[in-house]
């Protein structure tokens, strides 16, 4: 049973930053490719970023050249580090592992809030 738990949301101004950390429990989380997602209210949950299992990266447009998303397998923790923060990046923010032969696991979620 693979475990996640955010850490590292709140209340920023506009053009700040913040860290996000996604601590893993479990088995092969070396093996799992990582994702931030994001929810804002009313509207669907959406991928922000996502790291493979061997490191390549991706980003939806609207955070690229802002956000980087890494993981240290050794402390089984993925980050996010989120620069130039907007109004629009307020969030309920979701740490998602996922391998098709292993399944899918989510965190409970940490809130991001900018405020403007």
């Known amino acids: 049973q693979v475990q996640l738990v955010e850490s590292g949301g709140g209340l920023v101004q506009s053009g700040g930053s913040l860290r996000l950390s996604c601590a893993a429990s479990g088995r092969f989380l070396s093996l799992y490719n990582m994702a931030w997602y994001r929810q804002a209210p009313g509207q669907q949950r959406e991928l922000v970023a996502s790291i493979t299992s061997g490191g390549d990266t991706n980003y939806v447009d609207v955070v690229k050249g802002r956000f980087t998303i890494s993981r240290d397998n050794a402390k089984k923790t993925v980050y996010l580090q989120m620069n130039s923060l907007k109004p629009e990046d307020t969030a309920v923010y979701y740490c998602?592992?996922?391998?098709?032969?292993?399944?899918?696991?989510w965190g409970q979620g940490t809130q991001v809030t900018v405020s403007s």
């Open positions: 998602n592992a996922n391998r098709v032969t292993l399944g899918t696991h």
